[in-house]
């Protein structure tokens, strides 16, 4: 029986990193010699192997990402290809695969993978994410899941998953959630189904293989004793939107309160929250600077996205010439 055909995509990061003669590690091995490396990937799927770029993930921008995405969708609507793996850094890892989540609505499955260790530290990591990533890839089982992370043996969904320690090789978690599944035994398990939701105005962009003018969106973490007083200049350093991280379930000083409800008035604002699980409220709070008060002065409820992947999903949104009420449709507070 011949083996489905996975097509990995190298974009750089830790994996592909080897020491300079300075002692530090950048990017040196392309996707070719990753694969190579691991020859139990063999007894696995056939590889389509192609190295596009070779940046640390903190490197990657969305016009690399449009072009990968334009690769991805070109390949997988073809019948020879069960699923994609991106080999990346771990830095925006989370990131890569929120957007891909976003831009693409593909039944076979997309990975995105990487490694906590270069190739040349002991106990390296990256071998066994290349591989645990394929055998995802290659699998039907996830199909319908979107976009996956897989590190650690462990899959997780694009949305909620994000990087949550330095160092360690299981430094990957679903806040709240728990990962979708696991490799276990060499085979793909999933333990439950993420709800997906498409938003319109950007898988008909993706149609177009030109990328569009980027919408710059400012990210602002507003804490303890801060009057925010960044937000009164961001409209005129030629920011067209801003993600406000807040505290708890979307809560500011009461001082930070005018410049922000300034900014919401100049273009659409976002409210985050730092904690790592859970939504930003809507309805419970009723003091200045909270949850309710922010909203009545124009802010959108950013649901339960981190503010790094709102930053992205607003400036996708407004790249796509999105309305406001388009706006505040795909902030919903709908699992995606």
């Known amino acids: ?117 270069g190739p040349e530290a002991p106990g390296a990591d990256g071998p066994a994410n290349l591989l645990a990533a394929v055998t995802v890839a290659a699998s039907p089982e996830p ?35 728990g990962p979708l599944g696991a490799v276990v035994e060499g085979q793909a398990q999933i333990w439950h189904r993420p709800v997906l939701r498409r938003t319109e105005a950007l ?39 801003a993600i406000v991280e807040g505290m708890g379930a979307g809560h500011l000083p009461a001082q930070a309160v005018d410049s922000v409800a300034r900014l919401a008035e100049r273009m659409p604002v976002v409210l985050a929250t730092r904690v790592s699980a859970g939504s930003v409220f809507t309805r419970t709070y009723g003091f200045a600077g909270s949850e309710t008060d922010l909203l009545a002065r124009g802010l959108i409820a950013g649901g339960q996205l981190a503010a790094n992947k709102a930053r992205l999903l607003l400036s996708l949104l407004l790249s796509a010439g999105a309305e406001e009420g388009d706006i505040r449709a795909a902030f919903g507070p709908q699992l995606r």
Not at 226 to 236: C, E, K, P, W
């Open 143 to 177: 199909a319908g899941c979107g976009v996956m992370v897989v590190l650690n043996d462990e899959i997780h969904g694009a949305r909620l998953a994000r990087k949550g320690h330095t160092a360690l090789p299981s430094a990957f978690v679903s806040a709240g959630s």
């Open 1 to 117: 029986m011949s083996l489905p055909r996975v097509l990995v995509v190298t974009l750089g990061g830790t994996i592909t990193m080897t020491a300079d003669d300075g002692g530090g590690i950048r990017p040196t091995l392309d996707g070719q010699r990753l694969v190579q490396a691991v020859p139990q990937l063999a007894q696995v799927a056939t590889l389509e192997v192609t190295t596009p770029f070779m940046l640390p993930g903190a490197s990657l921008t969305l016009s690399h990402l449009w072009q990968v995405a334009q690769l991805l969708k070109q390949r997988l609507e073809v019948g020879d290809v069960a699923g994609a793996v991106l080999v990346q850094g771990t830095d925006t890892i989370e990131d890569t695969a929120f957007v891909m989540n976003e831009l693409l609505a593909l039944e076979r499955p997309v990975v995105v993978t990487g490694a906590m260790r």
């Open 203 to 241: 898988l008909v962009r993706i149609e177009n293989p030109t990328p569009p003018q980027w919408a710059p969106v400012a990210q602002l973490s507003v804490g303890l004793d801060d009057d925010a007083r960044l937000a009164d200049v961001l409209a005129d350093l030629g920011y067209h939107g």
